[in-house]
C-alpha cells in the first residue's frame, strides 16, 4: 500500500489534483464573497490562506513530482498550511459559538501578516478581511462555513500526512510484486 501510495506522489496527475481541488475550493471562497456578498473576517482571510497554501504546495509538486526532495517539501507544505488553515477554522468556530450563546466577540480589522509576506496588500481583493467574525448567514446541513472549511483543511492534512509517510517506501520496478 506504501508503495502505491509513493508512485501516486510522483504522478503529475496526483499534484494536479490537489491544484485544482484548492483552486476549486478558493473560488468557492470567492464566489461566496464577490456573488453571494458574503464578506470575509479576518479568520476567514486565515483559513483561505491556508487553501492558498496547499495550492503553492501543489504547484512545486506538480513541476517536480520525481524529485524526492520537492516533493517531500510539497507534501510538509500542504501538511503545514492545512494544519494552519484548520486552527483558524476552529477558533472561528469557537467564536461562532461563543457568539451563539449571548456572548460578545470583536475580530481585528486588519490582517496579522508577516512583513515579507503582505498577501492582503498584495493581493487585496482575495486576503482583504471585510466582514466581521462569528456571521453564520450561510449554512449547509446546518453547519456552517467554518465547520466544513476545518473539515476540508483536516482531510487534507491527513492525506499529506500519509502520503508523507508513504515516501520512506522504496518503488519496485518488478510488475509482478505488489
Known amino acids: 500500500m506504501l508503495q502505491t501510495l509513493k508512485f501516486l506522489t510522483t504522478q503529475r496527475w496526483g499534484w494536479a489534483l490537489v491544484v485544482l481541488s484548492s483552486l476549486g475550493l478558493l473560488g468557492t471562497a470567492l464566489y461566496f464573497q464577490y456573488g453571494l456578498n458574503l464578506q470575509p473576517c479576518i479568520k476567514c482571510i486565515y483559513v483561505r490562506s ?13 513541476l517536480a513530482p520525481k524529485n524526492a526532495l520537492l516533493r517531500i517539501v510539497a507534501l510538509l507544505s500542504v501538511g ?24 460578545f466577540f470583536s475580530c481585528s480589522l486588519f490582517a496579522e501578516v508577516p512583513s515579507w509576506m503582505p498577501l492582503d496588500q498584495w493581493l487585496p481583493a482575495i486576503f482583504e478581511p471585510t466582514g466581521s467574525c462569528g456571521d453564520t448567514s450561510w449554512q449547509f446541513l446546518g453547519k456552517s462555513m ?14 499529506a500526512a500519509l502520503l508523507l509517510i ?13
Open 166 to 178: 508513504a515516501q520512506v517506501a522504496k518503488l519496485s520496478s518488478n510488475p509482478y510484486r505488489g
Open 80 to 103: 503545514a498550511a492545512a494544519v494552519f488553515g484548520a486552527l483558524q477554522a476552529h477558533e472561528l468556530l469557537s467564536i461562532e459559538q461563543l457568539l451563539v450563546e449571548g456572548g
Open 50 to 62: 491556508g487553501f492558498a497554501g496547499i495550492l503553492l504546495a501543489g504547484i512545486i509538486g506538480l
Open 146 to 159: 467554518a465547520f466544513w472549511s476545518a473539515l476540508t483543511l483536516w482531510c487534507y492534512a491527513a492525506v
